[in-house]
C-alpha cells in the first residue's frame, strides 16, 4: 500500500467536506472536555476522599440543659460522667481503636462556631451554653467508628455520637452526581460524535463514488479504499481531542489553581497540572479510537452496498 497516495486521497477528502470536518470537529471537542471533566472530577473525590476520610472524627456531643434527645433530660452533663466517658476512651476496649482525642469545652465550640459561620446572621443568636461540649475521637481506622458508636451511645449524659463521614458522603454524593451529570451529556456528545462521522464518511464516499468505482476495477482492495476514510474520521478527531485537552489543561491552570485556590484556600489539595497532563493522551487515545471505529464501519457499509 502507497502510504503517500492513501494520505493524498485522506487530505482530498477533507478539503472536500471542509464544512462537515469542522462540525465533527467541535462535536468531539465539546464530548470530550466533557469526558474529561468527568474524569477529573473523579479524580478530585479521589484525592478528597483519602484527605478527609483519614482526618474524620467521631464526636461524642454531652447533654446540655436544653437536650431532651439521646440520654439527655433536659439537665447539664455533670463531671462524674464525663469523667467516666473519658475513661472508657481511655479503657482497654476502646483505646486500642483510638489515635487520639481531645475536649471542646463551651467556650471553645462557641469559639470555632462563630469562626465557622462568621458571615451568617444566626451566630448573633447563638451563646456558649447552647452548644454542647464534646470529646473529638480521631480513630486509627476511621472504619472503626461503628465500635465507638455502640459503645458510647449509652453512656449517661451523652446527647449523640456521630461519624463525622457521614456528612462527607453527603458532600461526595452531589459531587458524583455531578459526574455522572458530565458523564452523561458527554455520552450523548460521543455517540453524536460518532454518527456524525459515520455520516461525514459516507457522504464523503458518495461524492467520491466514481473514483471508487475505478479503483475496483483496476483491482485495488478494500483496506486501500477504506485506508483514506478511516484516515479522513480519526484526524478530525484528533483535532477535536488536542482542543479538548486544551481546554482541560486550561480549566485546571487559569480556574481550578488561579480562582478556586485563591477563593477556597482550602487545606486540601485540589486537582492540578499534572492531572490534566494524564487526562490529555486518554482524550486523544478515545477520540482516535471512536472515529477509527465508526468510520472504518460506515465505509464498510457503503462498499458493501
Known sequence: ?????????????????????????LVTFISLTFVGAAILLQMQIGQMKGYWYDRAQVAVYMCTDVDTTGNCSQAEATQAQIDNVRALLD???????IEKYEYETHD????NFQAQFANSPVAAFVTPDTLN???????????????????????????AVQDQRGYLDQIFSVLNAASATAIGIAVLMLIAAVLLIATTIRLSAFSRRRELGIMRLVGASNRFIQTPFVLEGVFASFIGSLLAGAAI?????????????????????LVGLGD??????????????????????????????
Open 1 to 25: 500500500m502507497r502510504l503517500g497516495l492513501v494520505l493524498g486521497e485522506a487530505g482530498n477528502g477533507l478539503r472536500r467536506n471542509v464544512s462537515m470536518v469542522i462540525s465533527v470537529i
Open 91 to 97: 479503657g482497654s476496649t476502646l483505646a486500642p481503636y
Open 108 to 111: 471553645q465550640a462557641y469559639k
Open 133 to 159: 461540649e464534646s470529646f473529638r475521637v480521631n480513630l486509627v481506622n476511621p472504619d472503626d467508628a461503628d465500635v465507638l458508636i455502640e459503645s458510647l451511645s449509652g453512656a449517661a449524659g451523652v446527647q
Open 249 to 269: 489543561v486550561g480549566i485546571v491552570q487559569f480556574f481550578v489553581q488561579g480562582v478556586l485556590v485563591q477563593t477556597l484556600q482550602t487545606t486540601t489539595t
Open 276 to 305: 490534566a497532563l494524564v487526562v490529555v493522551p486518554i482524550l486523544i487515545v478515545v477520540g482516535a479510537l471512536l472515529a477509527a471505529a465508526s468510520a472504518s464501519v460506515a465505509i464498510s457499509r457503503y462498499l458493501k452496498v
